[in-house]
T-cell receptor, first 114, second 114 residues
């Protein structure tokens, strides 16, 4: 079945450092790929998405490219801020007979120090 | 404001006492879903609904019930809660029209079963 694997955390960085959070997936179909972010005490919110191979999703300085050949969707940001401290979830959504299904990775907690 | 609301936000109950967690969305979304979030496991889908009166099991449906009598509401029912259902629960909704499957999440309900 479909699955999502993302790097374990926590990841601790200093402000203005470069961020990479790795995410790989397995899927039988042609899924859409997402990064969701969860700030402390809140629900998940969409950070960025890509719906087909070679698409690049971007938002708030974060980027991720849908790489079908390596089945990856790594999240990157050139210069993190303290306010980026949160838990990041990689996810895929794919059509099913009954509609669609979403699979989430385990989440990666990011701490950014001032 | 477009949103998904859940109530209650926090609930402490005892084993066997039936409870309902409500979920409502104001975006006219066809799709709604319930997830539970446990440390190290990410989000796991409990039940989902593609539209009114159409529901289906997710990955961890045991011990839960749902109903979808109105498009905006999707309550989660625990008929006889047990301690292993202590978790953080999220409701989510999505429009199926775009085929991109991005989801909008509620703020979460933290349930403790003693």
């Amino acid at each position: 079945g479909d699955s999502v694997t993302q790097m374990e955390g926590p990841v601790t960085l200093s402000e203005e450092a470069f961020l990479t959070i790795n995410c790989t997936y397995t899927a039988t179909g042609y899924p859409s790929l997402f990064w969701y972010v969860q700030y402390p005490g809140e629900g998940l919110q969409l950070l960025l998405k890509a719906t087909k191979a070679d698409d690049k999703g971007s938002n708030k300085g974060f980027e991720a490219t849908y790489r079908k050949e390596t089945t990856s969707f790594h999240l990157e940001k050139g210069s993190v801020q303290v306010s980026d401290s949160a838990v990041y979830f990689c996810a895929l959504s794919d059509r099913t007979t009954g509609g669609f299904k979403t699979i989430f990775g385990a989440g990666t907690r990011l701490f950014v120090k001032a | 404001e477009a949103q998904v609301t859940q109530n209650p936000r926090y609930l402490i109950t005892v084993t066997g006492k039936k409870l309902t967690v409500t979920c409502s969305q104001n975006m006219n979304h066809e799709y709604m879903s319930w997830y539970r979030q446990d440390p190290g496991l990410g989000l796991r889908q409990i039940y989902y609904s593609m539209n009114v009166e159409v529901t289906d099991k997710g990955d961890v449906p045991e011990g839960y019930k749902v109903s979808r009598k109105e498009k905006r509401n999707f309550p989660l029912i625990l008929e006889s809660p047990s301690p292993n259902q202590t978790s953080l629960y999220f409701c989510a909704s999505s429009s199926t029209g775009t085929g991109e499957y991005e989801q909008y999440f509620g703020p979460g309900t933290r349930l403790t079963v003693t």
